[in-house]
């Protein structure tokens, strides 16, 4: 691949055209994510920044859940991973989330260690696909595996793209708002009240909360 072109302030067709054909070259169908994203690419890039930015935080919160049995917990947050992969078209991951979120709501916890580095390994490669879109997007994550990969050497991409524990952890996750609005949310959608969790997270995003806590909470609806 050539000398990735900067996309930012092109018109939105042209956008579109090139991160289409950009992402295909990684299986990341960036139109479905596009429509998903309310026709916007300033969404779609929005989204992809904070979902790639997010990738340590969520996967400390699956460790944790992990380590110590509470397949609940896992459910929940490994389905916030399918649901922010899905909605960028990104669906490797989300398939592979998505039987990780099966087998914990059946409890098989073995099966979600067995299978938790393949998980992290499909993880660390679309991210790294991810670096290079929003690279064009003038935001560059220095993602360790992007230049082997741009070089057309992919075989450095998965030892290179480590999911590391070293990013800064958002602000909102300890406030006591964020959490009860989480749980409120997790108990809408478990009582098969998506709509009203959805009515919720909007009225919260109304009332000016943090951005990133916004994108926590919708990344919980199926």
């Given at each position: 691949m050539g000398e990735l072109e900067n996309l930012v302030g092109k018109p939105e067709e042209y956008i579109k055209e090139k991160s289409t054909k950009l992402l295909a070259e990684y299986d990341i169908n960036y139109?479905?994510?596009?429509?998903?994203?309310?026709?916007?690419?300033?969404?779609?890039?929005?989204?992809?920044?904070?979902?790639?930015d997010m990738r340590d935080e969520m996967k400390e919160q699956l460790l944790n859940s992990?380590?110590?049995?509470?397949?609940?917990?896992?459910?929940?947050?490994?389905?916030?991973?399918?649901?922010?992969?899905?909605?960028?078209?990104?669906?490797?991951?989300?398939?592979?989330?998505?039987?990780?979120?099966?087998?914990s709501k059946e409890g098989d916890v073995a099966y979600c260690r067995d299978n938790w580095d393949a998980l992290v390994e499909v993880w660390k490669r679309n991210m790294t696909y991810l670096s290079v879109y929003l690279k064009t997007m003038d935001i560059d994550k220095h993602d360790p595996g992007m230049a082997a990969l741009l070089s057309g050497d992919g075989s450095d991409v998965m030892q290179d793209t480590a999911v590391t524990d070293d990013s800064p952890v958002n602000s909102f996750e300890n406030d006591p708002n964020y959490l009860e609005a989480k749980a409120n949310i997790i108990s809408l959608?478990?009582?098969?009240?998506?709509?009203?969790?959805?009515?919720?997270?909007?009225?919260?995003?109304?009332?000016?909360?943090?951005?990133?806590?916004?994108a926590s909470l919708r990344s919980l609806l199926p």
């Open positions: 139109p479905d994510g596009y429509v998903f994203c309310g026709n916007s690419n300033e969404a779609y890039c929005e989204i992809a920044d904070i979902f790639y992990l380590d110590s049995g509470d397949m609940r917990g896992y459910s929940v947050n490994v389905h916030a991973l399918k649901s922010n992969a899905r909605s960028l078209g990104i669906k490797e991951l989300a398939d592979i989330a998505y039987s990780h979120e099966l087998k959608i478990e009582s098969g009240m998506e709509d009203i969790a959805f009515d919720v997270i909007n009225d919260l995003a109304n009332e000016g909360q943090d951005q990133d806590m916004i």
